[in-house]
């Protein structure tokens, strides 16, 4: 059975995306920490992210630092903090989370709420400042 993310990845579900190529996939957290936070995800349908073989490790991580430069423009901050941790989805995944300081990237925060329009613009502003 196909995990919350590949739905995502293949349209089954909606997302707030903010960009992919062939192997990687990137879409804000529809429960974020911060706003910008993003979730980065390998297409192909891993559970743990250091089961991936090597290429494709390196490859995420590759997609991952353009997309943290965008949204450091977008969404101006000290660093994009890279979080890999949960077992919710059995799917490997990285947060990319603008912080300013370590409590930003604590899990236990409330976390925010935006409407849809505002996750519109919000993924619209990180992918306008994507250099590829």
Known sequence: MATIFSKIINGEIPSYKIAENEDYFAFLDINPLKTGHTLVVPKKETDYIF????????????????????IKRAYPCNRIAVVILGLEVPHAHIHLIPMDTMDDVNFRNKKLKFSPEEFKEIAAKISKNIIL
């Open 51 to 70: 089961d991936l073989e090597d290429v494709s490790l390196s490859g995420m991580m590759l997609f991952s630092k353009k997309i943290a430069s965008a």
